[in-house]
């Protein structure tokens, strides 16, 4: 499956209803899975967009950035984590690189540990978060950094530990910075296991440390020594070959475009010059976010955006939508003896079903007692069915097919619509 995100917008502007239906088509078309959308701690991005994006098979990372110099109460930003929760949004990052003495004011920086001191701040964010069933992820480090950025991790795992935070550490999520640091791909790949000459601040000629793309075995082999499992990491700025404020130009396609192929869960072999296939995503890799979908003209990270503007994409875009595969559509047979009288369709995506349409189909079930399920094929051998989903979750296309052999098929999109047979 497809493990591809994308950044969004490098602000908070453009969460109107027209920016889904500008965005949501070409998303769809590249086959992303995750976006990562930049959210403000006094108004929430509106329901209408995150709904959009999840009844598309998209989830949605919020970052907020909180500042480690002056960050908000944590009890300020409960209603936002009560509407995040309600929509259905499952991840939230807080904070943004606490291993880089810039991130914090001076005095905290050089008399405090700056492990600790995170971790205090982090933790009352956190614990509110799990307590809506949402899933507070630890922040991504400055690969390398003025505070090393794995011995961070290895202190900060090992603190959590300490402090008996046994549900944050049942359910943490790691990320990371997947930049290149314009190395080969393959920097770093196997971790310290392979590379056991690598320390802080020192990188042996001969030998390759975790700052490049390959990042996560690095924080993978941490986890494992620390807590004796691997913890899922989800990789952001992926394609980027330094932090995006300090590389105003646009990566290389030749060096990201494998990357993409990755995290499309395709093998790739870099062709120029020819080499071995590049190592698939190790399985806890959640997901690959790439930068950037686009920015406003104005913005400095314009350069650096797949999409100049929505009708103009980067010549690799095109490029790489026609790669992807056509939408799945079932090949049916004619139906002339339904094995369904009634089916109920219902959107099949990664995290879950969404209430609203248990809460709907739950006295059709008492009334009818059709068959419920996922699948386009079993929809395809019942006399009726009623999709419940929008054109985003399930497109019109594939209502069609179900009509060309013989189905009667209706569409429910809002709670209380009343059924209209087609």
Not at 102 to 117: F, G, K
Not at 251 to 271: C, D, K, M, N
Request: negative net charge; proline residues 12%; hydrophobic residues 40%.
């Amino acid at each position: 499956m497809s493990r591809l995100g994308l950044h969004y917008f490098p602000d908070t502007i453009h969460y109107r209803q027209s920016d889904l239906q500008t965005w949501l088509p070409e998303l769809r078309q590249l086959n992303v899975q995750w976006l990562v959308l930049r959210s403000e701690t006094n108004r929430a991005i509106p329901e209408t967009f995150l709904d959009g994006l999840l009844q598309a098979g998209i989830q949605p990372l919020i970052e907020f950035n909180l500042p480690l110099s002056d960050p908000p109460a944590p009890n300020t930003i409960i209603p936002l984590l009560n509407v995040y929760a309600q929509w259905g949004v499952r991840y939230l990052l807080f904070f943004d690189r606490p291993n880089q003495r810039s991130a914090w004011p001076h005095t905290a920086w050089a008399h405090q540990n700056p492990v600790e001191r995170f971790l205090d701040l982090y933790l009352p964010f956190a614990t509110l978060a799990l307590e809506r069933q949402l899933s507070p992820l630890f922040p991504p480090l400055q690969p390398g950094g003025n505070y090393w950025d794995t011995t961070f991790l290895r202190t900060a795992l090992a603190s959590l530990q300490r402090r008996q935070q046994t549900d944050l550490l049942n359910q943490l999520i790691l990320t990371a910075y997947a930049w290149s640091h314009n190395r080969p791909l393959d920097w770093g790949s196997g971790g310290p296991q392979r590379w056991p000459q690598a320390s802080p601040y020192i990188t042996p000629p001969g030998s390759q440390d975790q700052c490049g793309f390959c990042i996560f075995d690095w924080y993978t082999a941490i986890a494992q020594a620390e807590l004796g499992h691997s913890l899922p990491i989800i990789l952001l700025q992926a394609g980027q070959s330094t932090a995006p404020e300090t590389a105003p130009s646009p990566a290389s396609p030749q060096h990201w475009l494998p990357i993409v192929h990755l995290a499309l869960g395709e093998l790739y072999t870099i062709p120029d010059p020819p080499s071995s296939p590049l190592a698939a995503l190790p399985e806890n890799v959640l997901a690959c976010c790439m930068w950037l979908l686009s920015a406003s003209s104005d913005s400095p990270h314009h350069a650096q955006a797949w999409y100049l503007t929505p009708n103009q994409p980067q010549p690799w875009v095109s490029k790489l939508k026609a790669c992807q595969p056509p939408e799945p559509v079932a090949k049916f047979l004619p139906n002339e003896q339904p094995v369904f009288e009634h089916y109920i369709l219902l959107p099949n995506f990664e995290w879950g079903v969404p209430d609203w349409h248990l809460d709907f189909i739950r006295p059709l079930i008492k009334k009818y007692r059709p068959t419920v399920g996922f699948s386009l094929h079993e929809a395809s051998l019942a006399r009726r069915v009623t999709v419940v989903a929008n054109e985003q979750a399930i497109p019109e296309e594939d209502l069609n097919a179900l009509r060309a052999v013989g189905c009667q098929v209706e569409r429910i999109t809002e709670p209380g619509m009343n059924l209209a047979p087609s």
